[in-house]
Structure formats: structure tokens, C-alpha cells
């Protein structure tokens, strides 16, 4: 089966460090990966997403994911934290619905908290 | 302002009211989705819809009942409805149904049953 891990629930970082967000999945086949961030009372954004090519993905805000096959993650980076990136980070899978169409999984979030 | 509008923010029922939820997409897109988002817990799929049909029914419970009238539109009926159905209703939309376009989600809908 399709899945997605998030293995922290939350993530506290102090502003102008480096982050990190994990993300493990389980997939069959080519995985189709996704980072979501949720700010208070806002759906979800989409961040970035790899399909296919390179293994760093670089996306909105400054943030970028390393997709990294034989661990199976998909760990989502910023180099420099900003007060302004906290918020919920959701990480999906590309999952299979009948008819060939397809749905993204998610996890459980990870809240990301940046102290200034 | 994602382009993808859910109405009413908030909304407060007893369990033996009706209410229904509205979802409008402003961007063109074909596949629509209901998602019931509760703390510390993947966001739950209810429904899917490609070009107005139902393509994913997610083992939801009879008291929830979808319609999308056209490919714009969203709604999501509520009866009888339980204290554990409190939630965040997110509405989304994408493109097609590939599963690897972006999907645009509007604010949601906070609902409380007493």
C-alpha cells in the first residue's frame, strides 16, 4: 500500500538556521512526491513536487526537497529560517484511484515553529 | 487567494440539522475534491470528481452527500451528523487527473457538531 511518514510532530528552529522537514514514503513503482504548507486558517499551498530528473527539487519561498531513492525520502530544506515559514508542512504521494485516475496521499503534517 | 472558494468559514450544527457546504473553482480545472482534515491526522480523501462524475466514494458514511452540478461547483451535504465529524473541510481542484498536477485548495470549512 501507498504511504507517507512524517516522523516529527513538530520541528522548533531558530531564525537564520537551516531546516529540515522529514518525509518517508512507500510506494510501488516511480514515486510521484509532493510538499504542502498550511498557514493559520489558510488551505493547504503546494511548496514543490518531483516527478522525475534531478534529485534536488527547488521550489516557492526558498524551499527545496531532496528526493533520495534508496532511503526513500523526500526531506524538505531551507538553508535560512524565517519567522514567516512557520506553519504546517504536509508531505504527499502520488496514489492510484480505479479508472486510472489518481490521488496525492498525505501525512500527518509536521509543524514547523521558527523562534526569532 | 487561491482561486478555489469555500463557503460558509465556519459553520455550527446540531446533529440533526441539515446543512451543505459550497465549493467554487474560479480556474478552469476539471477534478474537484473533498478532504476532512482533523488534528494530528492525514488529511482524510472523501470524494473525488472528474468532469462532474463521482470517481472516489472513500468509504464515507451515508450522512455526508456530495453533488457537483458542473465542473465549477462543489457541494457537500450534511445530515445527522456526529460529534467526531467535527473537522476542517478543505475543498480542492486540479487541472485533470493525472494525480501529478498541483492541487489548489481553498481556506476550508471549520465545522462543529454539537
Known amino acids: 500500500a501507498q504511504s507517507v511518514a512524517q516522523p516529527e510532530d513538530q520541528v522548533n528552529v531558530a531564525e537564520g538556521n537551516p531546516l529540515t522537514v522529514k518525509c518517508t514514503y512507500s510506494v510501488s513503482g516511480n514515486p510521484y512526491l509532493f510538499w504542502y504548507v498550511q498557514y493559520p486558517n489558510r488551505g493547504l499551498q503546494f511548496l514543490l513536487k518531483y516527478i522525475t530528473g534531478d534529485n534536488l527539487v527547488k521550489g516557492s519561498y526558498g524551499f527545496e526537497a531532496e528526493f533520495n531513492k534508496s532511503q526513500t525520502s523526500f526531506h524538505l530544506k531551507k538553508p535560512s529560517a524565517l519567522v514567516s515559514d512557520s506553519a504546517l508542512y504536509f508531505c504527499a504521494v502520488r496514489g492510484s484511484l480505479s479508472g486510472g485516475y489518481n490521488k496525492l496521499i498525505f501525512g500527518a503534517g509536521t509543524r514547523l515553529a521558527v523562534h526569532p | 487567494e487561491t482561486g478555489v472558494t469555500q463557503t460558509p468559514r465556519h459553520l455550527v450544527m446540531g446533529m440533526t440539522n441539515k446543512k451543505s457546504l459550497k465549493c467554487e473553482q474560479h480556474?478552469?480545472?476539471?477534478?474537484m475534491y473533498w478532504y476532512k482534515q482533523s488534528a494530528k491526522k492525514p488529511l482524510e480523501l472523501m470524494f473525488v470528481?472528474?468532469?462532474?462524475?463521482?470517481?472516489e466514494n472513500n468509504s464515507v458514511p451515508s450522512r455526508f452527500s456530495p453533488e457537483c452540478p458542473n465542473s465549477s461547483h462543489l457541494f457537500l451535504h450534511l445530515h445527522t451528523l456526529q460529534p467526531e465529524d467535527s473537522a476542517l473541510y478543505l475543498c480542492?481542484?486540479?487541472?485533470?487527473?493525472?494525480?501529478?498536477?498541483?492541487?489548489?485548495f481553498g481556506a476550508g470549512t471549520r465545522l462543529s457538531v454539537l
Open positions: 480542492a481542484s486540479s487541472q485533470d487527473r493525472t494525480g501529478i498536477g498541483i492541487q489548489y
Open positions: 470528481y472528474s468532469l462532474e462524475e463521482r470517481v
Open positions: 480556474l478552469g480545472h476539471n477534478a
